[in-house]
């Protein structure tokens, strides 16, 4: 069973986003990462570049396949979590405290289209 956390919006392409005074840490969920298997690199955007909801903004590479990551936000990336870089099996290990990008939100309104975490769990379980 995969673990879904409360108080976290949630994307249909299984990203995961948590905001702290207006900026959006995004990441990949339990549940992603589990069907990826192990995480060999996180493709990451730069710092100041701009994102839109629904649109690619890197990818993850592990032993199975290579995976799209889709921002559920739009906005400018203020910071990318650079550790990864390095320790992309962080993503495995802790993937709602291994956060991806830091978005300032360009319009707060797009998390009301994101899904809560009982919808999640929903679309997970179909």
């Not at 299984?14 to 493709?43: C, R, S």
């Not at 690619?56 to 396949?65: C, D, I, P």
Request: charged share 30%; glycine share 8%.
């Amino acid at each position: 069973m995969s673990q879904i956390l409360e108080g976290l919006k949630y994307s249909e392409s299984h990203e995961w986003v948590k905001v702290e005074d207006g900026i959006a840490l995004v990441g990949v969920t339990d549940y992603a990462q589990k069907e990826m298997g192990d995480i060999t690199y996180v493709d990451l955007p730069d710092e100041g570049d701009e994102v839109t909801a629904g649109e690619s903004f890197g990818a993850l590479e592990s032993v199975k396949a290579s995976s799209d990551l889709y921002s559920p936000v739009s906005g400018e990336v203020v910071e990318v979590n650079s550790e990864l870089e390095d320790a992309p099996e962080k993503v495995n290990e802790d993937p709602y405290g291994s956060w991806i990008i830091k978005v300032k939100l360009a319009d707060a309104s797009e998390l009301d289209a994101l899904l809560t975490a009982a919808a999640y769990t929903a679309l997970i379980d179909e």
